[in-house]
């Protein structure tokens, strides 16, 4: 082959590689999360001006809390509810019981690392707080919860790899009593009737 012609197929070649470089870098580009801040933009827009109102009011040591809070659950949905995400937890939660009730550490472990992970509700976690919670105060204690949640969950995974069912089962029930703390500070009673006299 005549070396003008080869050094064309190298050249195209070389074009090639570079174009597909440059499509899969624009690609990891469009991928990467998107800065929390512009990512709480993106919500605030999504509230009623009365919640929008309550969340600009709280300080920015609380908001900045809560921002970092929200961008490291990159697993969003435009969705789910609040609700059917606990529905979720939940389900992974039962599914930790029987891996360790089973001596199944890699169930346990996948389905604790699954429930670490879990979405993160349509709006994120402010609209579906009653408007009264939606202050430093109880706000402040979010992250608390998700670390006692979360972090204990990976915890868990860990153990469970290691084989250590007794450790599983300690963190396991560590979880539950931050599930309960948080329900008992912002859940009201689930599915209450207005139809029952006294209701209102
Ligand atoms: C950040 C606080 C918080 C944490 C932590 C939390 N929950 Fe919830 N959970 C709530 C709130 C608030 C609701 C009510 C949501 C609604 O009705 O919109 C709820 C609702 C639920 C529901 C739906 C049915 C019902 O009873 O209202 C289930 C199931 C549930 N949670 C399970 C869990 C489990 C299991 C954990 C722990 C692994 C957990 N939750 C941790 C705040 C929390």
Redesign the pocket.
Known sequence: MPLKSSMKIVSLGVAAVLGAALLVGTQALAEQPVPAQQQMQKMLQMYKPELREKVMALSPETRQQLMQMLSIHTNRSNKA???QV??E??SD?QAISVGIATDNGEMAADAARR?AGHRLPKGG?YP??SLENINDTDMGI?PA??AA?EGTALKLAEAADRGDMAEAAGRLSE??V??VG??QK??GQ?GVSKMLLGAD
Do not use: E, G, S
């Open positions: 509810t609040f609700r606990m529905q937890v939940m939660y429930l976690l579906y707080f979010l919860m998700n949640v979880i539950m931050a599930c948080c329900h912002f859940r689930p």
